[in-house]
């Protein structure tokens, strides 16, 4: 009776643990547990010298934990440090519409947001001209800047930023942005 420790135990575990080194005579029923495929053999294969990206995308330096693409529009116009404040503004969403939409219902407009064509700002800029204000349109950010206020606005609809129109009030000391709203759907809401 043959123990754990028989010498044709220790040679068979041997011979699963280390394979013979010429290999061209292989039989095909006895496969070595060693040259069973593990993770690391998936997919193509790596060779020393070269240096692959393990992700699904390629970073440009492997010290940035973000890329650009990834920020919010207009994040770069956030100064915590900027100690002037920040005016007082309003939203309203504006819709064109005519005798037959109100009275007859002839067309698919309704009351709601999605149905608005246009978003107005209204800034309220007390003790400031005209000439001293600074504006910035982007598709979902407004930037004003005046020596007195700075307003850093993230808008709720995105927005045509090269076809608005602003005017100043002097009476009210009052900035009104007009911005024509860029929605996916408006082809069909608006029809």
């Known amino acids: 009776m043959e123990g754990l420790s028989s010498v044709n135990n220790l ?26 495929l593990g993770p690391g053999h998936i997919g193509p294969t790596k060779s020393a010298g070269s240096k692959m990206a393990t992700s699904a995308y390629i970073r440009n330096d492997s010290k940035d934990i973000w890329c650009e693409e990834e920020l919010a529009e207009g994040v770069q116009f956030d100064d915590i440090t900027d100690p002037r404040p920040q005016p007082e503004y309003d939203i309203v969403l504006k819709q064109r519409v005519r005798t037959e939409d109100i009275f007859l219902g002839m067309s698919r407009k309704d009351p709601s ?13 007390p003790g400031t001209k005209f000439i001293e204000v600074v504006l910035d349109v982007k598709e979902k950010f407004l930037d004003l800047r005046t020596p007195k206020y700075k307003l850093g606005l993230h808008l709720p609809h995105p927005v045509h930023s090269q076809e608005g129109m602003a005017k100043f009030l002097s009476e009210k000391e ?6 024509p709203m860029n929605r996916p759907l408006d082809c069909i809401n608006l029809a």
Not at 18 to 34: G, K, Y
Not at 113 to 125: D, F, G, N, R
Not at 174 to 179: A, D, M, N, Y
């Open 11 to 36: 040679y068979a575990l041997s011979a699963l643990l280390n394979p013979p080194a010429e290999e061209d005579e292989v039989d095909c029923a006895f496969v070595p547990s060693t040259a069973k």
């Open 113 to 125: 947001s999605m149905c608005c064509e246009s978003m107005v700002v209204k800034i309220k800029l």
């Open 174 to 179: 009052e900035l009104e942005v007009t911005l």
